[in-house]
């Protein structure tokens, strides 16, 4: 079989079967599966039982994202494992031209797609360099808003690098994620102490360490439905699991590196975004 996809159903029972219709539709030339992992804790919320197009999996107690895609990946027999959205729309042969590319580039071990929003604007979670301390800095602070071309200041966007062209870069979206079988073996997938953000970069940065490039491929296209597969992004759960995920990825990666004064900045910085998202949040008054 050439392609396992993985969608992650969390109360969302119409969206995501809306993007297995989109899947359907746009495939004619693979031979592939779709997997359902179901985190749902709303019954009216889980995914069909009798769509016979899908392997369905009931997944709780609901232990994250990267837990459920981890447990569809265990059941998937394809080649190549996609880990996809359910609030996305695959257009028409993007998934055929990712496995012939994947085919054609032995050394790509994680391939994500051009994505845009609704609006036609582009998503750049699609296309990203590592949260390190200074291409953090670099963006909390809007430089590679100022200086979008400059590649000292546009390291966490990759804003100097052509939304058009394919290219290797450090990491691409959770939404559209195809690694080979074999790359998953080696890095043993998502890890899963990362509750729900920040685990598609972690999972890049190994996939990284252990040889393998990962590619942004500029020619297929995706919807992204932005923050409707899982809670809103205003909302305080999202943004505790968004914080907690910056601060393992840098515990994880970079403390080593640095001293514990950069340390200590990093954890106040974040602990300090983290506030203010919760002001935000309650001012516009979505909660939990």
Not at 140 to 149: E, I, N, Y
Not at 176 to 184: G, N, R, S, T
Not at 251 to 259: G, I
Request: proline share 2%; hydrophobic share 35%.
């Amino acid at each position: 079989m050439d392609l396992s996809i993985v969608i992650v159903n969390f109360n969302t029972r119409e969206l995501t079967k809306q993007t297995v219709d989109y899947v359907c539709q746009s495939v004619n030339d693979l031979e592939y599966e779709i997997i359902i992992a179901d985190n749902s804790t709303s019954r009216a919320g889980c995914y069909d039982e009798t769509d016979d197009r899908v392997k369905l999996i009931k997944n709780l107690p609901n232990k994250g994202f990267g837990n459920a895609c981890n447990i569809g990946a265990k059941k998937a027999i394809g080649r190549y494992v996609l880990f996809l959205n359910s609030d996305t729309i695959v257009q028409k042969g993007s998934l055929e031209k990712c496995v012939k590319y994947m085919d054609e580039h032995h050394d790509a071990g994680c391939l994500g797609i051009r994505t845009v929003l609704p609006d036609a604007a582009f998503d750049h979670g699609c296309k990203r360099g590592f949260p390190t301390p200074w291409n953090s800095l670099c963006y909390v602070l809007g430089l590679d808003k100022l200086f979008p071309k400059d590649k000292r200041f546009g390291g966490y966007r990759l804003s100097y690098l052509s939304n058009d062209e394919t290219c290797e870069v450090d990491s691409v979206s959770g939404a559209f994620m195809m690694i080979p079988q074999a790359v998953l073996a080696r890095t043993k997938g998502f890890d899963e102490s990362i509750f729900m953000y920040g685990e598609d970069i972690d999972l890049c940065y190994r996939i990284k360490q252990k040889g393998f490039k990962v590619v942004y491929y500029a020619e297929p296209v995706m919807i992204h439905l932005k923050g409707q597969s899982g809670l809103n992004t205003k909302n305080i759960t999202v943004i505790r699991h968004f914080h907690d995920g910056l601060r393992v990825f840098y515990d994880k990666y970079y403390m080593q590196q640095h001293s514990k004064l950069v340390t200590l900045l990093m954890h106040g910085a974040i602990n300090l975004h983290y506030g203010l998202s919760l002001i935000r949040a309650f001012v516009f008054g979505r909660r939990l």
